[in-house]
């Protein structure tokens, strides 16, 4: 038979709400800057199109290298976020199931 936990109880404990916050926190703002960073390839090229006729190297223009810039900001937010979840977020989620079998609520 599978166990029955008490969501209501979970819901409303406190390391259960400062998981929940933390976790919101991080990934909005994360989420915020990785958007800005996104579209500003767009809103460069319509208010500073000068800045794609610049050559870095032999055909490669700014716009290319801000493209894979993208890609290497994906990489290192997902790395990032991976080690803070490591770090903090798993840290935090033992800590809540721990007390919740204290408590009785698993």
Partial sequence: MAEQYDWAAIARNPKYLELKRRKR?????WWIASSIYYFLLAI?????PELFKIKVIGVINFGYVF????????IIVALYYTHVANKDFDRMTN???ESLHQGGAI
């Fill in 25 to 29: 926190i991080f990934l909005f703002g």
């Fill in 44 to 48: 460069l090229a319509a208010f500073a």
């Fill in 67 to 74: 493209i894979l810039s993208e890609f290497v900001m994906c």
């Fill in 95 to 97: 800590e809540l199931i």
